[in-house]
């Protein structure tokens, strides 16, 4: 299918987590598609709509006053198909019988890895990437995340000033599951003292000189951003539970806690933690993040009529360019190093 002309219908469903931009993504792909003449089905709950045929009509009315709301008008799950052939059948089935002629899939690694196995069975899909974590390769940035670091940049404002008041340490714990990236840009932005990524183990010893070193000249309070998916030396996460998801994903959270305790104790400061967990998934979303979620859902829908399907629409400098979609989700973006290096310079 490459001429524009045999696309009349696509669907279009979120997956994974919510994040700030999916609406103005949903609403770019109306947008254009209207104007191109083609006729979108949302499809609600992201695969979970697929497999139990939970639809929408999306038409310019239907999308209209959401581009500055969070979360996402079609809703998500995490559901996967591919968990059960059941599953698996009845998205095939559903995709026929819903007329479908392409499907337009907003989401993270896991939502786009279905995506991506379902063009090798036949299902003509295109990507477009979602997850505040910034941690999806082939594209410099995704939408959500700018808006998260935003947010956590604004919480480690607010918390310099009654840190300060009662000389406390402030242990912040920030989204990042595999990759650093909120926390590190959050981290420079709000001045953070020290900040502890899932890349690197958590050295303890290094956190409380650091600590000490502030108190010698002068400086009775700090600010340490950690990622949920920080992890100390012995190797394990600190997670909420062990049960896994869909994907074979723990909850995490729960770091900053046991990272609050320690200081406490190793040092004798009195130490606080906020977590900020799902404040950054949700409210509205900053304007690169707006417009960056427009330009995709745009150049999503110019990718279905060009029939370039099991590719995504990736941000490349400042240019949309499409990617395949199996490379992106092959392999996660950890942190820029050199990145961490320049924060490091302002650590103690």
């Known amino acids: 299918m490459s001429a524009s002309m045999s696309v009349k219908k696509i669907g279009v469903l979120t997956g994974g987590g919510d994040c700030p931009g999916l609406n103005p993504v949903i609403r770019a792909i109306v947008r254009k598609s209207v104007l191109v003449g083609i006729e979108v089905v949302g499809i609600k709950n992201g695969w979970k709509g697929l497999v139990d045929k939970e639809t929408v009509a999306l038409d310019i009315q239907s999308v209209s006053g959401i581009l500055h709301r969070g979360g996402t008008i ?65 594209t410099d940035y995704t939408f959500g995340f700018d808006t998260a670091v935003n947010i956590a940049m604004e919480s480690i404002d607010r918390l310099h000033t009654t840190a300060e008041s009662h000389h406390r340490i402030m242990v912040v714990e920030v989204m990042g599951r595999h990759a650093g990236w909120i926390a590190v840009y959050a981290g420079i932005a709000g001045g953070a003292d020290m900040i502890l990524v899932p890349e690197l183990p958590i050295d303890i010893a290094e956190v409380c000189a650091a600590i000490h070193k502030r108190h010698k000249r002068g400086k009775t309070f700090s600010i340490i951003v950690v990622a949920e998916g920080a992890e100390f030396k012995k190797g394990e996460y600190v997670s909420q539970d062990k049960k896994l998801d869909a994907f074979g994903h723990v909850r995490l959270g729960g770091i900053g806690e046991v990272l609050a305790g320690i200081i406490e104790e190793k040092t004798g400061f009195e130490t606080r933690v906020t977590v900020l967990g799902h404040v950054q998934r949700g409210g509205s979303p900053t304007a690169f993040d707006r417009v960056l979620g427009t330009r995709f859902g745009v150049h999503a829908v110019d990718l279905v009529r060009n029939g370039e399907f099991g590719k995504m629409v990736s941000l490349n400098g400042n240019k949309i360019v499409a990617v395949s979609m199996e490379k992106a989700v092959e392999k996660l973006k950890t942190l820029d190093m050199s990145l961490y290096e320049i924060a490091r310079i302002f650590f103690g």
Not at 88 to 105: C, H, M, P, Q, Y
């Open 74 to 138: 079609l809703n998500t799950s995490r559901t996967n198909p591919y968990k059960k052939p059941e599953l698996l059948e009845a998205v095939k089935r559903n995709f026929k019988t819903l007329g479908l002629d392409a499907l337009i899939a907003i989401g993270g690694e896991d939502t786009l890895g279905v995506a991506s196995k379902l063009v090798k069975e036949g299902i003509p899909v295109v990507g477009v990437p979602k997850t505040i974590d910034n941690d999806l390769s082939e």
